[in-house]
T-cell receptor, first 110, second 114 residues
């Protein structure tokens, strides 16, 4: 079982729609969860982090965490073509090591 | 967040040679990390570099192949030794943010081994 699993996509949504990105993790002791955005040819850029169960909102982005289900998600409201990128879920593993999922490629169509 | 630079941004190297990648941060940081991202893949942690101690390597990565230096709190180098085409990848350094475990990444070094 992979430590962090994401649907690789591609996920395609129309402009203005809500994009929903999902991630599951295997280490029940994980406490810190991150979403990164990576444009093609660029390095990952931190979008959000979440530590507590529930929702955390930042502008058009909402991170959701459910530790009991070992599930973290990212919602992007009012999706824009500029949101088209690969989204990486990351989880803090033992000894502060960060483990990444394979990423979900999102395409927002005008 | 910290401003991170890497040199070189890209290079094409012959097999059997070595390349040293530099990572410079504009502020002092305790934890620095080196990752590899192979084409179409996610990030794989190579090692954690802390100032004043030996780097800690992940399973599958060894010091002889990927020696790391961390001479101070703003700088680190990763050497890719005795390169083969399988080492063609993007190499990224990152630093940890202040106390909340988030990491910020440098722009990466795109390495092609022929």
């Amino acid at each position: 079982q992979k430590e962090v699993e994401q649907n690789s996509g591609p996920l395609s949504v129309p402009e203005g729609a809500i994009a929903s990105l999902n991630c599951t993790y295997s280490d029940r002791g994980s406490q810190s969860f991150f979403w990164y955005r990576q444009y093609s040819g660029k390095s990952p850029e931190l979008i959000m982090f979440i530590y507590s169960n529930g929702d955390k909102e930042d502008g058009r982005f909402t991170a959701q965490l459910n530790k009991a289900s070992q599930y973290v998600s990212l919602l992007i409201r009012d999706s824009q073509p500029s949101d088209s990128a690969t989204y990486l879920c990351a989880v803090i593993h033992n000894n502060n090591d960060m483990r990444f999922g394979a990423g979900t490629r999102l395409t927002v169509k005008p | 967040s910290a401003v991170i630079s890497q040199k070189p941004s890209r290079d094409i190297c012959q097999r059997g040679t070595s390349l040293t990648i530099q990572c410079q941060v504009d502020s002092q940081v305790t934890m620095m990390f080196w990752y590899r991202q192979q084409p179409g893949q996610s990030l794989t942690l190579i090692a954690t570099a802390n100032q004043g101690s030996e780097a800690t390597y992940e399973s599958g990565f060894v010091i002889d192949k990927f020696p790391i230096s961390r001479p101070n709190l703003t700088f680190s180098t990763l050497t890719v030794s005795n390169m083969s085409p399988e080492d063609s990848s993007i190499y990224l350094c990152s630093v940890e943010g202040g106390g909340t475990y988030e990491q910020y990444f440098g722009p990466g070094t795109r390495l092609t081994v022929t």
